[in-house]
């Protein structure tokens, strides 16, 4: 089955710096990555997805690259915010199978 | 829409009680799934369902069961909670996307419920 690796666990960076989370994932089948953001309390929120037909995608200061080729996937964010601190899991999916999550990073944005 | 909602947010249970996690979802989505979070352990899938009356098993199953007897709700059913069962459980649905080659299920979570069992 799939398995997704996720670096660093934790990472902290200075307001204003960008932050780069990195995946690796072992089915070459599968399709589908996206990425979760979980604030402190509540549930995982999906922030940004990308398809494996498309080698980057990019929203505002969020960005996700994905490398099929390593069957890897990076998570970039810009100009990195207070707000933006939280833990993000990337994931991996093959079409409509359950999402195989990475064990999350915890993003701190010092001001 | 209020989406995925889950109750009771916290429930202390001691070993060997069972209890029933509520879960529902008004998006009519059919894909519902149950994951548990552990400390720096990640999402791990516990059941899932593709469907009303349909349900499989995930990576953690064991002292777990569900049911699927509507679109809406999705149970989980804990029998003799352990101490090992102390976790923030989340309940989430999603519905299939794009054109068949290229398929994919965007996943809706819940606010989770936080228990612990002593």
């Known amino acids: 089955g799939e398995n997704v690796e996720q670096h660093p666990s934790t990472l902290s960076v200075q307001e204003g710096d960008s932050a780069v989370i990195k995946c690796t994932y072992s089915?070459?089948?599968?399709?589908?990555f996206p990425w979760y953001k979980q604030e402190l309390g509540k549930g995982p929120q999906l922030i940004i997805d990308i398809r494996s037909n498309v080698g980057e995608k990019k929203d505002q200061r969020i960005a996700v690259t994905l490398n099929k080729t390593a069957k890897h996937f990076s998570l970039h964010i810009t100009e990195t915010q207070p707000e933006d601190s939280a833990v993000y899991f990337c994931?991996?999916?093959?079409?409509?199978?359950?999402?195989?999550f990475g064990k999350g990073t915890r993003l701190s944005v010092i001001a | 829409n209020a989406g995925v909602t889950q109750t009771p947010k916290f429930r202390i249970l001691k070993i060997g009680q069972s209890m029933t996690l509520q879960c529902t979802q008004d998006m009519n989505h059919n894909y519902m799934y149950w994951y548990r979070q552990d400390p720096g352990m990640g999402l791990k899938l516990i059941y899932y369902s593709v469907g009303a009356g349909i349900t499989d098993k995930g990576e953690v199953p064991n002292g777990y069961n569900v049911s699927r007897s509507t679109t809406e709700d999705f149970p989980l059913r804990l029998e003799l909670a352990a101490p090992s069962q102390t976790s923030v459980y989340f309940c989430?649905?999603?519905?299939?996307?794009?054109?068949?080659?290229?398929?994919?299920?965007?996943?809706?979570f819940g606010p989770g419920t936080r228990l612990t069992v002593l």
């Open positions: 989430a649905s999603s519905y299939p996307q794009g054109a068949a080659a290229y398929s994919y299920n965007e996943q809706f």
């Open positions: 089915d070459s089948a599968s399709n589908y």
């Open positions: 994931a991996a999916s093959e079409g409509n199978t359950p999402l195989v």
